[in-house]
């Protein structure tokens, strides 16, 4: 059978939900582990990724279902969340590659001054002291703080920052294009008859 048909359609529409609960999977096991290797401290953060793998995993298996069983409803929601969550990520990694220099230290202050537990993830992770000028009177996680040669962490996470909103906005971006391809698979698959039932019978 052509590729486009019912069965073709079926199993690519069932490969691109297996795809998203692999990509679920990893989040959730990414983030049990830097919780467990105490590589984040902040549990807001840890639950934020969970929450994310675990709505993704729900969705795929929705999707999965559905196309196993070619179930109507079921493709009917399946599309629905998936263009949502398409038009949120999408605007995302624009927003991500789009961003310039001062709305990136906006961003990165404001996330800062937001959660002490972060503070001290970045302090000892980038080896660094508060956020725009150290002040050796305040205690800090860093090492180099006892040896009084630390930079503002400013100034670390702004060389990363642009490498990290470019590959986090390329892969959503990516990411954002299967997603807008499985909701046309979807609506195509939806309107297709089985062919092992009788053509006559109304779906």
Known sequence: MACGG????K???CALNILYMLVSLLLIAGAAWGKWVDLVSSF???AAIIAVGVFLFFV???GLCGAL??????LFFYMFVLFLVFI???????????????????????????????QRDLEISLD????????YKISCEAKCHSAKNCEACSVKIQ????DVLHFVGGTSLFFSFTEIVGVWLTYRYRNLKEPRLNPRAFL
């Open 6 to 9: 019912f069965v073709c359609s």
């Open 11 to 13: 199993y690519t529409l």
């Open 44 to 46: 807001r953060v840890i």
């Open 60 to 62: 795929a298996m929705m």
């Open 69 to 74: 069983k070619h179930h109507q409803v079921l």
């Open 88 to 118: 949120v990520q999408f605007s995302v990694s624009c927003a991500s590659l789009a961003i310039n220099k001062e709305q990136q230290k906006l961003l990165l202050e404001i996330t800062w001054n937001k959660s002490e537990a972060l």
């Open 128 to 135: 660094c002291c508060d956020f725009y000028a150290v002040d």
């Open 159 to 162: 060389t990363y920052a642009d």
